[in-house]
């Protein structure tokens, strides 16, 4: 496995791993139980958003858990000026404070008490802790003969022109759009060929209630649990 890119919010890397793994881990992010809003009860709002509108902008805020099963949050609002996440206190940590809610003017109150609870991205998805995906890494063949212009038709730009022949930088930049190989078919020759390998390069992102780390290996830990079920279920 080599790192390329690690933020806070984001890994990438590449490793040697059949597509079909790597598939199945990125379709099991949301069998992780995540928290978020499901509950809101309002009883004051002066705020030129609907009740509707506003329980869903605040099922959408990434929250991170404490303890229990579910997290009680309260926000008392008034006026003047934009109503923030970071304004919702409970038992549950919001992610991002400055998430606008709404707005209220000078006077005007919002007052809301919400109920968040654990759900999966499957079934809505602001239960989604992030998302993986992947690409496949090829090496790329060039014969000596390749015409030198079809370096203008790479869009990622990866292929050059070394003495008289076309060479290729950064193989792993390459997102497999054939645009080269439909070049020369079109000229009659196939002077370029592109095969697979066995390495991908994947990368994580998290909407910030999990770390990266944390959502690869729960995806990993939901895929394994589905599978002993498959397995108990064919014995
Ligand atoms: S497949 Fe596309 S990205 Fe890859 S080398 Fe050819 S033109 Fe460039």
């Known amino acids: 496995m080599r790192l390329i890119n690690k933020k806070d919010n984001q890994i990438e890397f590449q490793t040697e791993m059949n597509g079909s793994l790597a598939n199945a881990i990125r379709r099991f992010v949301n069998q992780i139980p995540i928290l978020a809003i499901e509950d809101v009860e309002i ?11 506003i329980a869903h902008r605040l099922g959408l805020i990434p929250l991170k858990a404490g303890k229990g099963k579910e997290a009680k949050l ?15 206190e409970g038992n549950a940590e919001v992610v991002y404070g400055e998430t606008p809610i709404t707005f209220l003017k000078k006077g005007e109150e919002l007052n809301i008490v919400a109920t968040a609870k654990f759900g999966k991205g499957v079934e809505h998805s602001k239960f989604s802790p992030g998302f993986i995906f992947y690409r496949d890494l090829v ?21 050059r022109v070394e003495g008289k022949e076309v060479v290729v930088k950064n193989e792993e930049e390459c997102d497999i759009c054939e645009a080269c190989v439909k070049f020369c078919r079109k000229k009659g020759k196939n002077l370029i060929s592109i095969n697979p390998t066995k390495n991908i390069r994947i990368t994580v992102e998290s909407f910030g209630q999990l770390s990266v780390d944390d959502i690869f290996k729960k995806a990993i830990d939901a895929l394994k649990q589905d599978l002993l079920v498959v397995a108990k279920k064919i014995k």
Not at 46 to 53: G, N
């Open 43 to 53: 009883s004051k709002n002066d705020s030129p958003l609907y009740d509707e509108t």
């Open 74 to 88: 309260n926000l008392k609002a008034r006026g003047k000026g934009i109503i923030l996440a970071k304004e919702l």
């Open 139 to 159: 090496k790329i063949n060039i014969d000596k003969n390749c015409p030198t212009e079809i370096i203008n038709k790479c869009p990622k730009k990866i292929l």
